[in-house]
Nanobody, 125 residues
């Protein structure tokens, strides 16, 4: 089982930036397909960005060009750099990981069996 702990959330003004980090423990980090999801109040959980085992990256259209996902195999962390934030980005952000899922399922939350506790991101207008 993989343990995931997010950090870096907070309150920023529109147009600002935040960097989220997810520390992973429990097994080989390189074998994990990983992603960020988010859930806004009264909305379902949605895919934000994902990164495959070989480093290929995928983004939701709503964040493309503003967010950058990356993984650091030395620190065993998954990061999400978020720029040009808007109030629509307000949500709880979750880190997710899977050791067995295939790349074509990277955008699907049911592909992941390891989740962090979430970190709140609030963007003020």
């Amino acid at each position: 089982q993989v343990q995931l702990v997010e950090s870096g959330g907070g309150l920023v003004q529109a147009g600002g930036s935040l960097r989220l980090s997810c520390a992973a423990t429990g097994g080989a980090f390189s074998g994990l397909m990983m992603a960020w999801f988010r859930q806004a109040p009264e909305k379902g959980r949605e895919f934000v960005a994902g990164i495959g085992r070989s480093g290929g990256t995928f983004y939701a259209d709503s964040v493309k060009g503003r967010f950058t996902i990356s993984r650091d195999s030395r620190r065993n962390t998954l990061d999400l750099q978020m720029n040009s934030l808007t109030p629509e980005d307000t949500a709880v952000y979750y880190c997710a990981a899977s050791r067995s899922a295939i790349l074509s399922s990277i955008r699907r939350d049911e592909a992941y069996n390891n989740w962090g506790q979430g970190t709140q991101v609030t963007i003020s207008s």
